[in-house]
């Protein structure tokens, strides 16, 4: 039988569920079971698809084109494995589905109510990973905070789950806060209390609490958690506050997190310990690193951090694969719309466009981009990003005044970019861009095929607007390789500039498949150029 454990979150929200899901999952993978890791988003959206990244965050595409909550990013990342549709389930899914059965009449005319029709809903979707992929383990992280109306639908499922499997076969892993208060000079678990007890009142007791602290917990404090949380000893776990998110699975190993979840689970552990070999090799080189380089990533939501997630963890592992440490600069694009560009990029080892939406800061990566070209900086534009040095080449190389992307400026004389006749007419906006996993053909001894090493790939997407083919051959006179197709609909994917050090757009999203144990070719190599880029300066 397959087991199930939950993970809830008490006191705040950010506390690291989805670290917390993903450490003890690879320590459970490292023990050879077959595990994965769903998040259930109590918000009403169907996806976040089509949320504002200053709202969610980056919005995360798997292979098979779900939009999905950027958690399963760290999931495949710690993983190695990829994640589906099924891996990510909102409220919003939910209740569509739910509606859409009592349209058609599947409930044979009952009351449709939260209980059982939407905790049956929930309970058949988790369940579902493990009918299709006969998993041994499926961690849930539940998302938002326990006392959140959103969420008691999600807790009455479990509750529901642990009495229908047993408590042998569904655990339950709370995430709680034990803040410190400097003015009294003490850690206090009453917060800790409190959320328990809305655990308790809807009607789950906690099997392990996993405390996140800033300074560590004496024998004291955790008696006395145990006490007054009703969870043994050895439950309580220490979660302190790590330099990395990467340390945290090993902090959990410290900690016997997996080794607890195991025994309560009823599972035998074969008396092995998780070895962690490969992810030891990488922490050492993230924190051993012989150089540093500046790599400037110029976007539009750069107030938040989390709306380029992938990207910040990409130069995480692509740095540490070169011994190398990555300063990422967040710059503005609209900062960028000036005459002097020194100011901001002239100490810069490489410069990375970013991918996005909409018109705001278009001039300013087009500037970057023109830099870029002329100083013979390493460049890396992503999905927009190649969109827009598409058209910085188009105007400045190949004299096409006002050469734009649809986009922007619909009526252009030069349209480099333009929408697809497939997505011209669609209104709806969610799930209906070009998403998922598609092949790409390299070009023999071009740069890009250099860096894979291999003449196919598959690469993830999440863009409507396109490279206008009618224009390829002006553009290849003047220096442009379209070093990437797509064999199935000729579309362009991957472009590069003739006699520039590294200069390279791809119109997919590279970063999503990126992971500690393989980080990305493209990241890799384009780190590499930046570095040498700067012992090169440094010669000079």
């Known amino acids: 039988m397959t087991k199930y454990i939950f993970v809830t979150g008490g006191v705040t929200s950010s506390l690291g569920k989805g670290i917390i899901s993903a450490s003890l999952a690879k320590l459970l993978q490292e023990r050879k079971f ?29 292979d098979d084109g779900a939009e999905t909550d950027l958690d399963l990013g760290h999931y495949e990342r710690f993983l190695s494995t990829p994640t589906s549709q099924d891996n990510n389930v909102t409220t919003g899914r939910i209740y569509q589905t739910v509606i859409e059965k009592e349209r058609e009449g599947a409930y044979l005319g009952k009351t449709v109510q939260v209980i059982p029709h939407i905790t049956d809903e929930i309970k058949r979707r988790i369940k579902l990973l493990a009918e299709k992929h006969d998993f041994d383990i499926v961690i849930t992280e539940i998302g938002g905070t326990v006392g959140d109306i959103e969420s008691l639908p999600y807790l009455e499922a479990f509750r529901q789950m642990r009495r229908e499997l047993g408590k042998e076969n569904c655990v339950c892993v709370h995430l709680t806060l034990i803040p410190y208060l400097s003015a009294a000079k003490e850690l206090k678990t009453k917060p800790t209390q409190h959320a328990v007890k809305q655990l308790l009142q809807a009607g789950i007791q906690p099997d392990i609490l996993v405390c996140r602290t800033e300074k560590k917990l004496t024998k004291e404090l955790k008696n006395k958690i145990s006490l007054f949380c009703n969870v043994d000893y050895k439950s309580v776990i220490e979660a302190i506050d790590a330099d990395t998110i990467y340390d945290v699975p090993l902090l959990m190993l410290k900690e016997k997190l997996d080794a607890r979840v195991l025994k309560k689970l009823k599972l035998k552990t074969s008396g092995t310990t998780p070895e962690l070999v490969a992810w030891k090799d990488f922490l050492w ?31 995480v592992h692509s740095g540490a694969q070169n011994e190398c440490r990555v300063q990422v600069v967040p710059i503005h694009a609209q900062m960028l719309e000036s005459d002097d560009l020194d100011p901001y990029l002239g100490d810069l080892h490489g410069i990375l466009v970013a991918p996005g939406f909409g018109e705001r800061g278009i001039q300013g990566k087009i500037a970057a981009i023109k830099y870029a070209r002329e100083k013979n900086k390493p460049f890396f534009g992503i999905c927009l990003g190649m969109q827009c040095a598409v058209v910085e080449f188009a105007r400045n190389v190949c004299k096409m005044k006002g050469a734009a992307s649809t986009e922007v400026k619909p009526k252009t004389s030069h ?3 333009h929408l697809l006749p497939d997505q011209k007419n669609i209104t709806d906006m969610g799930g209906t861009m070009r998403l998922g996993s598609y092949k790409c053909k390299l070009s023999k001894g071009s740069l890009i095929h250099k ?3 291999r003449i196919e790939v598959n690469e993830r997407h999440r863009h409507r607007f396109e490279f206008n083919n009618a224009y390829q051959d002006r553009l290849r006179e003047k220096g442009m390789v379209f070093s990437g197709i797509n064999p199935e609909s000729d579309l362009v994917e991957i472009i590069e500039v003739k006699d ?15 992971t500690v144990e393989k ?7 384009f780190v590499k150029a930046a570095l040498k880029y700067k012992l090169s300066d440094e010669k000079t």
Do not use: W
Request: charged share 20%; net charge negative.
């Open 34 to 62: 077959k595990v994965t890791i769903q998040k259930f988003d109590p918000y009403i959206n169907v996806d976040p698809g089509t949320l504002n990244p200053y709202e969610h965050g980056e919005c995360y595409v798997t």
């Open 519 to 525: 980080p990305h070719p493209i990241f890799v190599a």
């Open 285 to 315: 080189r993230l924190k051993n690193p012989s150089e540093e380089v500046k790599i400037g990533l110029i976007g539009k939501y750069n107030e938040l951090p989390d709306a380029y997630k992938s990207i910040y963890e990409a130069f």
């Open 451 to 453: 860096v894979y090493g």
């Open 500 to 514: 520039h050090p590294f200069f390279v757009g791809v119109q997919f999203h590279p970063e999503l498949k990126s």
């Open 415 to 417: 349209p480099l970019i």
